[in-house]
């Protein structure tokens, strides 16, 4: 069994976060990676506080484990569901898209870890300064948002700068990949492509089949004109977005439009034209359907077996 920093200072058997991923991240994902052994969170994305609250408190009855939520600062509804998560006393909270300074008083009277998810060394050394309990360093291998620096490269230089611990993100789908997070210095990985495909999420059928059938060369990026670049499954949509992207005919504030919806006409709807299908580079990897818990329990199994052998160069 694993234990570091993290499962430690959240009360965790096992240091796996799954991902809060906006339209897909709800309670009985949460609920059930949290029951299997590590760190399940419920995003919020763009929803309003009433439904935050809905899914904490469902989250509630399906599990007596810490979990979490995810908040998006950027969301028009944060601040409404920043108070929520302290009136419900969640156990964690991951932010992304911003800094979390003006709530972290707030969370901190209400007993709530905050994780802020970092895409640089400043990022992290200003979350450690504004009292965060540890930093996701998620490297441009992920699905969804990105920044610009893999997570080979951004891990190890976050973890020099920090004294709080580090979960490693992005490109993490399996048991080596876990390893490797530990190798460059993390106490513990978030993965969100590979909770796309447990049995308990709820994310449309046809989102799962196309996580199945990726391959290594199957996602791209987008929106970098914009500054908000997001990593996707290559579909009719994310072409046509790219193209506008380069095109100089295409002004800013029409492929801001171009993109609304799109995530949840894939989330939810399944729609294959018109979605956007977030996903890492790490897909192609990803090939079946299986539970949380066998998900978290492979995970962890696959990083006992690689550790247990990394002496084998040492001579």
Not at 101 to 121: D, E
Not at 211 to 216: E, N, T
Request: proline share 3%; glycine share 12%.
């Amino acid at each position: 069994m694993i234990k570091t920093p993290v499962t430690e200072l959240i009360g965790i058997e096992h240091p796996v976060f799954q991902g809060g991923m906006a339209w897909i991240s709800d309670a009985v994902l949460a609920a059930a990676v949290s029951n299997a052994g590590g760190l399940g969170i419920i995003a919020s994305g763009n929803a309003t506080a009433q439904y935050v609250s809905e899914q904490i408190k469902k989250a509630k009855t399906l599990t007596a484990k810490p979990f979490g939520v995810n908040i998006m600062l950027t969301s028009p509804h944060a601040e409404a569901v920043a108070q929520v998560v302290a009136e419900e006393a969640v156990s964690v909270v991951t932010t992304g898209a911003g800094n979390p300074a003006k709530f972290m008083k707030l969370w901190a009277g209400a007993g709530v870890k905050v994780i802020p998810v970092v895409a640089s060394t400043a990022l992290a050394k200003l979350a450690q300064r504004n009292g965060a309990a540890a930093v996701i360093a998620e490297g441009c291998e992920s699905g969804g948002h990105i920044g610009e620096l893999t997570t080979m490269a951004l891990v190890p230089q976050v973890c020099d700068v920090v004294s709080i611990p580090v979960i490693a993100a992005g490109g993490i789908a399996d048991g080596r990949g876990v390893a490797a997070a530990f190798m460059l210095g993390a106490s513990g990985v978030q993965a969100g492509t590979r909770f796309l495909v447990a049995k308990e999420c709820g994310v449309h059928r046809n989102y799962k089949d196309k996580i199945i059938a990726a391959k290594d060369i199957d996602t791209i990026a987008t929106g970098k004109r914009l500054g908000h670049p997001v990593r996707s499954l290559k579909t009719a949509f994310s072409r046509e977005y790219y193209a506008k992207e380069i095109s100089g005919s295409v002004a800013d504030e029409d492929l801001e439009e171009f993109g609304i919806g799109a995530l949840r006409l894939a989330a939810v709807e399944g729609d294959v034209k018109k979605g956007c299908f977030p996903a890492g580079q790490i897909s192609g990897l990803v090939t079946k359907e299986q539970s949380a818990k066998e998900i978290v329990e492979e995970l962890v199994a696959g990083a006992e077996a690689v550790l247990g052998v990394a002496t084998r160069y040492c001579v």
